[in-house]
């Protein structure tokens, strides 16, 4: 069973950084692909990012070029770096896995993956 559990979020000024990260434990193959989603106060809960198992990276449109994702394979983890932060990033952040790799736009869609982690807040205030 794949387990992911990610850092605490906190709080930030516009404009300002975080960074998150996930660790991941339980995984038996190295062929597997992580994302970031988002959940802001009613609203849907929406893909952010994701790493393929090939290296390639997806961002959705409202976080490229402020947003990094990455992954650090030696020490299992997932990492999201957020620069430039908008009060509209305000949500609960959830990093997801599954095995094996997506195709296309895949990795938008919360069915894509088969493992959660338990959510942090983020919250960027104006």
């Known amino acids: 069973q794949v387990h992911l559990v990610e850092s605490w979020g906190g709080s930030v000024q516009a404009g300002g950084s975080l960074r998150l990260s996930c660790v991941a434990s339980g995984f038996t193959s190295s062929r597997n692909y992580m994302g970031w989603f988002r959940q802001a106060p009613g609203k849907e809960l929406v893909g952010v990012t994701a790493?393929?198992?090939?290296?390639?990276?997806s961002y959705a449109d409202s976080v490229k070029g402020r947003f990094t994702i990455s992954k650090d394979n030696a020490k299992n983890t997932l990492y999201l770096q957020m620069n430039s932060l908008k009060p509209e990033d305000t949500a609960m952040y959830y990093c997801?896995?599954?095995?094996?790799?997506?195709?296309?736009?895949?990795?938008?869609?919360?069915?894509?993956?088969?493992?959660w982690g338990q959510g942090t807040q983020v919250t960027v205030s104006s």
């Open positions: 790493v393929n198992s090939d290296g390639f990276t």
């Open positions: 997801a896995a599954n095995y094996g790799s997506y195709g296309a736009n895949y990795w938008k869609f919360r069915g894509s993956y088969n493992y």
